[in-house]
């Protein structure tokens, strides 16, 4: 295995439309995380999975976006009526179960939306 | 106010030099503080973890902790063009409290720092 997998690396797509991005983690870890990034800015937290879990969600995850992982393996981050200001990187990150370790982050997902 | 503050540079030195970063925090609930190195359009690549106060050495890399400041310090000896990048600080609390925030990493918003040949 040979890291955290982002599909797609990047996506265009017009205002209203819905949008959605597949993390593959690492195989052994059990937690996924999802963070947004804007350009010249720190990632910022969005939501966490342990295994099929979802534990914990910032309040930036606004109603339109929801995050399922289904079988505590892949997640996938949906993005309905998407507006501009959604715009951004969006990284996943995993980590091991009871680790205490830093986060091993996939390449992202860039969408603009236009 | 941000939970952790960084100054975004960007830092400019020229090759050999040291580099020095710096963060500050304000959650005392922080117990653990990442550094990573973010190159233009890529994911973050964790360079340092530590675990409270203290130093930690790895090849050209040395991170600093001082828990009773808030401030954390990234040092890189003999800086190469390759090390240009962005440097993010990171902190989280103790894993499995919320409140702690221990499930997630709180960034810094990054320096940028070039390093010319």
């Known amino acids: 295995d040979t890291g955290v997998s982002q599909d797609p690396r990047h996506k265009i797509t017009k205002r209203g439309q819905n949008v959605t991005f597949r993390c593959d983690p690492i195989s052994e870890h059990n937690r996924l995380y999802w963070y947004r990034q804007t350009l010249g800015q720190g990632p910022e937290f969005l939501t966490y999975?342990?295994?099929?879990?979802?534990?914990?969600k910032s309040r930036l995850l606004s109603d339109r976006f929801s995050a399922e992982r289904p079988k505590g393996s892949f997640s996938t981050l949906e993005i309905q009526r998407t507006e501009q200001g959604d715009s951004a990187m969006y990284l996943c990150a995993s980590s091991k179960r009871q680790g205490q370790d830093g986060y091993t982050f996939g390449s992202g997902t860039r969408l603009t939306v236009v | 106010q941000k939970e952790v503050e960084q100054d975004p540079g960007p830092l400019s030195v020229p090759e050999g030099a040291i580099v020095s970063l710096n963060c500050t925090y304000s959650n005392s609930a922080f117990q653990y503080f990442m550094w990573y190195r973010q190159y233009s359009r890529k994911g973050p690549e964790l360079l340092m973890y530590?675990?409270?106060?203290g130093n930690k050495e790895d090849g050209r890399f040395t991170a600093q902790v001082d828990k009773s400041s808030k401030y954390i310090s990234l040092f890189i000896r003999d800086s190469q063009p390759s090390d240009s990048a962005t440097y993010l600080c990171a902190s989280r609390g103790t894993p499995g409290s919320i409140k702690a925030a221990g499930n997630k990493l709180t960034f810094g918003g990054g320096t940028r720092v070039l390093v010319k040949p």
């Open positions: 999975f342990q295994n099929e879990a979802q534990l914990e």
């Open positions: 530590t675990y409270s106060s």
